[in-house]
């Protein structure tokens, strides 16, 4: 056995990949934080004293996990190039609960007569309920995960969260960029230029982090010039803030109000769970055998542990644990990154270089993800269902349209009212819009998941999903017609409502039944034929 192996923590590599994992980790905390406060107005001291403690509290158990889990592999091997699984707050869903859970609950709160301290308390709760029913999920589903890979096409998976990707990752992000080009667009360019282009950096160092550092300093030295007009916005001097990140059961008074938001919460669980059976392939393929459950177990318990001590998003294992081992990454940055983001969270340092930070400098790297995200989802996928990877995008297109038509820097509620229709003179285009969107994580999946049995000319398993699609439209699983995308009894709504309910529902059936009938007439020919 190598003593190497056994002794050494930190090597030059590991330098490397601690810049790019924490500046990873940085950027989905710096924008959940910024969309937050900047869109929803959010109280910045239960963002930063309640939510982020908690949440980067699970970022340092999940990478020291890691890196112990990495050192008993490099021992157990003798070993000296073992490269630890990397592990952050997760992009997609980071950001999907920042503008599709607890920015429209913290303004249901607000319109139901709470001020914005309690409303933000009682959203907290519920993003700490979230994220334990996430955490629970995870840890089941890591007994079974094989079995969710072989029930759920790769293309409704991979599809689903590339559609996450591409609008609340790429173009949210992208227009921030827009609203400062001088400084954003220089970033994107390096980070396509580093990443994309794969061209090599002065001194070896990560692409990320001289596209974030070249930002910074465009943005701080032409914005007191005056070239970057109005969207300039000085330094905040530093602030002291503590926060231990203890256990608390006040999850418990957020579960009844997480309820509504199950059809968001439970695929974002799910996505997680299938996301760590990919690495580890992918960590297989690049020489490190790490055991699928323990990858999984991790995730779960550093989720749930985050949701109990206050945290609002979920941790996952990176997607880019083989540039990592290109770096010379061994075991030492997993342990520095915990340390870094998890101590910051404690004192206080996090959250004031979040507020340094503008989203145009972190945006690109975000839109970079992104781009990553949804290649794979065409990459990984066989080409003949590419069809299906398309066609799952959709829904999360019609999501981000509601988005920005609700966002509340701009639309007053009686103005959002109004866009969406009067429901006893019909549905508006809009209002249609707004149910496409609602619940379009499932959407995906069910959508790409019937194309593939299609394209595989299995009209019955077709049908089958399809069917599954009705129930779930019935509900508002999907297709909800609330505004709010909350589900319900069908039988308790009103009645020009559930009309449009009945309309979702039988339009699912009704596909089935002509799938069906499809397959027999063309199983009758081929019969007579023979």
């Not at 394209?455 to 509900?475: E, K, T, Y």
């Not at 009704?510 to 023979?530: I, T």
């Amino acid at each position: 056995m190598s003593t190497t192996a056994r002794e050494r923590w930190i090597s030059p590599g590991d330098l490397n990949g601690f810049l790019g994992l924490v500046v990873d980790n940085l950027s989905v905390l710096a924008f959940l934080a910024t969309a937050l406060i900047g869109v929803f107005g959010f109280p910045a001291d239960i963002v930063f004293l309640r939510m982020v403690p908690g949440t980067t509290f699970g970022v340092l158990l999940g990478n020291l996990a890691y890196t112990a889990m990495a050192r008993r592999l490099a021992r157990r091997t003798g070993r000296t190039d073992v490269t630890a699984m990397p592990l952050g707050l997760d992009a997609p869903t980071s950001i999907g609960m920042a503008f599709l859970v607890l920015g429209p609950a913290f303004l249901q709160f607000k319109q139901a007569g709470l001020d914005p301290q309690a409303a933000g308390l009682a959203t907290w709760r519920l993003g700490m309920a979230a994220l334990v029913i996430m955490g629970v999920l995870k840890f089941v589903l890591s007994f079974f995960g094989g079995m969710v890979q072989r029930h759920v096409p790769r293309a409704g998976l991979l599809g689903s969260i590339a559609g996450i990707a591409l609008v609340l990752m790429g173009f949210l992000p992208l227009v921030e960029i827009l609203k400062q080009p001088l400084v954003g667009f220089a970033g994107l360019g390096v980070v396509l230029y580093a990443l994309v282009a794969r061209a090599r950096m002065p001194w070896n160092l990560p692409g990320v982090l001289v596209a974030f550092v070249v930002g910074a300093v465009l943005y701080y030295v032409l914005g007191p010039l005056g070239w970057l007009g109005a969207g300039y916005e000085p330094p905040k001097p530093w602030t002291w803030r503590f926060a231990l990140p203890l256990p608390t059961l006040e999850w418990v008074g957020g579960m009844g109000a997480a309820v509504p938001y199950l059809p968001l919460i439970l695929p974002f669980g799910l996505l997680m769970v299938v996301g760590g059976i990919n690495v580890t392939e992918s960590a297989r393929a690049a020489g490190d055998e790490y055991r699928t459950r323990d990858i999984l177990l991790v995730e779960a318990l550093a989720t749930l542990v985050a949701g109990f001590c206050g945290g609002v998003a979920q941790t996952t294992p990176y997607i880019g644990q083989p540039s990592y081992k290109a770096m010379g990454a061994g075991t030492g940055y997993t342990l520095l990154t915990g340390l870094f983001v998890g101590l910051g969270g404690v004192f206080g340092y996090l959250s004031n270089l979040v507020e340094l930070i503008p989203l145009s400098v972190l945006a690109p790297i975000l839109v970079f993800v992104a781009i990553g995200i949804t290649v794979q989802a065409f990459e990984a996928t066989p080409m003949r269902y590419a069809p299906a990877v398309v066609f799952s995008f959709f829904p999360a297109i019609a999501r981000m349209v509601a988005i920005k038509l609700t966002d509340p820097t701009y639309v007053s509620p009686d103005h959002v009212v109004a866009l969406f229709g009067d429901r006893a003179h019909g549905f508006s285009e809009l209002a249609i819009i707004n149910a496409l969107g609602n619940g379009f994580i499932i959407t995906s999946m069910v959508w790409a998941s019937f194309v593939v049995a299609m394209i595989d000319g299995n009209a019955l398993r077709a049908a089958l999903i399809l069917l599954l699609g009705a129930a779930l439209s019935l509900f508002g699983v999907i297709h909800s017609v609330e505004l709010s995308g909350g589900i319900y009894l069908p039988w308790k709504l009103d009645e020009a409502t559930r009309q449009l309910v009945w309309q979702f529902t039988a339009a699912y059936a009704v596909l089935a039944v002509v799938l069906v009938a499809l397959s027999l007439s063309a199983s009758s020919r081929r019969a007579e034929a023979a």
